[in-house]
């Protein structure tokens, strides 16, 4: 059993069927697409100037990890050392969130996909503007569509407004299963929060169990 079977098994998602070898042509072109999108899209985001936002960037944050991944956590907009970096949940935040799968199971890049709503850092790390977020939105959706996720973790108020398209608090999106594009999403905070707001991690952990909990039983 491969180490991908043995952590799904233990998330309640074995028995893992196989496609019979008559089948398989099929699943080729289905790659060979995947790949051509994944392709496609890397090119087109660092290429893009929908929106002002490229006039200040260092690079965009395209995202990063397993790009089969059953998880896919998204986040707000790339901060300054993102901006520097290229990488999304780098730094102080990026130590917690890495920090925060480990608790329930997860790892970076195992099974784990990382990306932001935008993909350039807003200048002084302002909130994105709406036209800034209607710019970038197509490229996020194509991430999605290409990784199909089994389960989104919005973390943050500003991802989890844009991505259900609601003016809610956090405190009543948590601890319901919501849907973006037909993929169950649940709702936490952001580790950059939670590193100013250290009471809310108990609330957080019990989102990533809430998380865990939706993830068996998908």
């Known amino acids: 059993m491969s180490r991908r079977e ?48 490229h006039k200040s960037r260092k690079q965009t944050v395209f995202g990063v990890g397993d790009e089969q991944a059953d998880w896919m956590l998204i986040g707000e907009a790339p901060g300054a050392e993102e901006d520097r970096l290229g990488e999304p949940f780098v730094g102080q935040a990026g130590r917690l969130l890495d920090n925060m799968l480990a608790a329930i199971g997860l790892k970076r890049g195992e099974n784990v996909y990382i990306a932001n709503v935008l993909k350039c850092r807003p200048p002084g790390n302002r909130n994105p503007a709406p036209e800034e977020v209607a710019k970038c939105s197509p490229h996020l959706r194509g991430q999605i569509e290409l990784i199909a996720p089994k389960l989104i973790v919005a973390m943050g108020r500003f991802a989890a407004q844009t991505l259900l398209n609601t003016d809610a608090s956090i405190a009543s999106l948590r601890g319901r299963v919501h849907a973006y594009a037909g993929v169950p999403l649940v709702v936490t905070y952001h580790p950059a929060y939670l590193l100013r707001n250290l009471p809310d991690k108990a609330k957080a952990w019990e989102d990533l169990v809430f998380a865990r909990k939706t993830m068996a039983g998908l």
Do not use: H, Y
């Open 6 to 53: 043995e952590f799904l098994a233990e998330m309640g998602l074995a028995p893992i069927w196989r496609l019979r070898n008559k089948e398989k042509p099929r699943q080729e072109e289905a790659c060979s697409d995947s790949r051509k999108g994944w392709i496609e899209l890397k090119q087109a985001v660092p290429a893009c100037t929908a929106c002002s936002l």
